[in-house]
């Protein structure tokens, strides 16, 4: 499955999630994100495009 350019992108800080969509084997598979993090994701781009690593450990901390 091909990402569209959006989806490659943080919803949060605009820069590149390295998100492997689809995949067993994408690190964001095997990681739990804060309700409250997920809640900082603008409406309008929530569920479309993942939280980068940076981000979730930034706000997790």
Do not use: F
């Not at 964001?28 to 981000?55: N, Q, T």
Request: hydrophobic share 25%; proline share 5%; with cysteine.
């Amino acid at each position: 499955m091909t990402l569209k350019e959006t989806e490659k992108i943080c919803p949060i800080c605009g820069k590149g999630n390295n998100c492997q969509h689809g995949s067993k084997d994408c690190w964001c598979k095997h990681i739990e994100i804060p309700k409250y993090v997920l809640e900082m994701v603008p409406e309008d781009k929530r569920g479309k495009a993942c939280i980068c690593k940076s981000c979730i450990e930034k706000y997790t901390k």
